[in-house]
Protein backbone atom coordinates (compact mmCIF):
# COMPACT_ATOMS: atom_id res chain seq x y z
CA UNK A 1 0.00 0.00 0.00
CA UNK A 2 1.07 3.45 -0.94
CA UNK A 3 0.64 6.35 1.24
CA UNK A 4 -2.46 8.49 0.25
CA UNK A 5 -2.29 12.42 0.89
CA UNK A 6 -5.51 14.10 1.97
CA UNK A 7 -6.89 15.58 -1.20
CA UNK A 8 -6.34 11.68 -2.70
CA UNK A 9 -8.34 10.16 -0.25
CA UNK A 10 -11.05 13.17 -0.91
CA UNK A 11 -11.11 12.32 -5.23
CA UNK A 12 -11.13 9.08 -4.32
CA UNK A 13 -14.29 9.33 -1.92
CA UNK A 14 -15.80 11.49 -5.04
CA UNK A 15 -15.20 8.97 -7.20
CA UNK A 16 -17.03 6.16 -5.44
CA UNK A 17 -19.88 8.53 -4.78
CA UNK A 18 -19.99 9.26 -7.74
CA UNK A 19 -19.87 6.61 -10.06
CA UNK A 20 -20.10 6.08 -13.56
CA UNK A 21 -20.11 10.30 -13.25
CA UNK A 22 -16.83 10.75 -12.00
CA UNK A 23 -15.19 13.25 -14.29
CA UNK A 24 -12.89 16.14 -13.15
CA UNK A 25 -15.64 18.81 -13.01
CA UNK A 26 -18.46 16.87 -11.09
CA UNK A 27 -15.17 15.25 -8.68
CA UNK A 28 -14.38 18.70 -8.01
CA UNK A 29 -18.12 20.00 -7.36
CA UNK A 30 -18.23 17.20 -4.75
CA UNK A 31 -15.64 17.65 -2.92
CA UNK A 32 -16.48 21.68 -2.60
CA UNK A 33 -19.66 20.52 -1.87
CA UNK A 34 -19.56 18.06 0.79
CA UNK A 35 -15.96 19.17 2.29
CA UNK A 36 -16.55 23.20 1.15
CA UNK A 37 -12.99 22.87 0.02
CA UNK A 38 -12.03 24.84 -3.10
CA UNK A 39 -9.84 22.75 -5.44
CA UNK A 40 -8.87 23.98 -8.56
CA UNK A 41 -9.50 21.47 -11.89
CA UNK A 42 -5.30 21.51 -12.53
CA UNK A 43 -5.34 19.94 -8.95
CA UNK A 44 -7.32 17.52 -9.76
CA UNK A 45 -6.35 16.30 -12.68
CA UNK A 46 -2.95 16.26 -12.00
CA UNK A 47 -3.78 14.52 -8.80
CA UNK A 48 -6.22 11.88 -10.75
CA UNK A 49 -3.22 11.06 -13.74
CA UNK A 50 -0.71 10.70 -10.68
CA UNK A 51 -3.88 7.98 -9.53
CA UNK A 52 -4.18 6.67 -12.34
CA UNK A 53 0.07 5.92 -12.30
CA UNK A 54 -0.09 4.41 -9.46
CA UNK A 55 -3.55 2.60 -10.85
CA UNK A 56 -5.69 3.83 -8.29
CA UNK A 57 -8.16 4.67 -10.55
CA UNK A 58 -8.59 3.57 -14.22
CA UNK A 59 -9.92 6.53 -16.88
CA UNK A 60 -11.70 5.90 -19.46
CA UNK A 61 -12.91 8.53 -22.49
CA UNK A 62 -16.67 9.24 -22.49
CA UNK A 63 -18.69 9.50 -25.32
CA UNK A 64 -18.79 13.34 -26.68
CA UNK A 65 -22.02 15.34 -25.48
CA UNK A 66 -24.09 16.94 -27.68
CA UNK A 67 -23.44 20.93 -28.18
CA UNK A 68 -20.60 20.65 -25.91
CA UNK A 69 -17.21 22.14 -27.70
CA UNK A 70 -14.21 20.49 -26.54
CA UNK A 71 -12.60 17.19 -25.95
CA UNK A 72 -14.99 14.38 -24.37
CA UNK A 73 -14.94 13.86 -20.48
CA UNK A 74 -12.67 11.18 -19.36
CA UNK A 75 -14.18 9.78 -16.50
CA UNK A 76 -13.06 7.84 -13.60
CA UNK A 77 -13.53 4.35 -11.56
CA UNK A 78 -12.08 3.17 -8.74
CA UNK A 79 -9.54 0.24 -9.12
CA UNK A 80 -9.86 -3.09 -6.46
CA UNK A 81 -6.33 -1.62 -5.35
CA UNK A 82 -7.18 1.94 -4.87
CA UNK A 83 -10.11 0.31 -2.88
CA UNK A 84 -7.90 -0.60 -0.43
CA UNK A 85 -5.57 1.48 -0.15
CA UNK A 86 -8.66 3.57 0.29
CA UNK A 87 -10.05 1.76 3.39
CA UNK A 88 -6.67 0.84 4.59
CA UNK A 89 -5.44 4.79 4.46
CA UNK A 90 -9.54 5.85 6.02
CA UNK A 91 -9.14 3.30 8.60
CA UNK A 92 -5.48 4.36 10.19
CA UNK A 93 -7.10 7.77 10.60
CA UNK A 94 -9.91 6.20 12.47
CA UNK A 95 -7.29 4.49 14.50
CA UNK A 96 -5.60 7.29 15.14
CA UNK A 97 -8.78 9.85 15.95
CA UNK A 98 -10.44 7.10 18.07
CA UNK A 99 -11.43 8.47 21.36
CA UNK A 100 -9.84 11.96 20.73
CA UNK A 101 -12.85 13.77 19.16
CA UNK A 102 -13.46 15.23 22.78
CA UNK A 103 -10.02 16.78 23.77
CA UNK A 104 -9.34 17.17 20.30
CA UNK A 105 -12.65 19.99 20.32
CA UNK A 106 -11.48 21.37 23.73
CA UNK A 107 -8.11 22.13 22.54
CA UNK A 108 -9.29 23.90 19.83
CA UNK A 109 -11.61 25.95 21.41
CA UNK A 110 -8.76 27.25 23.94
CA UNK A 111 -7.66 30.85 23.02
CA UNK A 112 -4.18 31.28 21.86
Known amino acids: MGHLGELEQLILFAVVALGDDAYGGAIRAHIEERSGRIVSSGAISTTLGRLAERRLVAGRVGTPVSGRAGRPRKHYALT ?11 T ?21
Open 80 to 90: PAGARDLQESY
Open 92 to 112: TIRAMAGGLLQRLGALAEQES
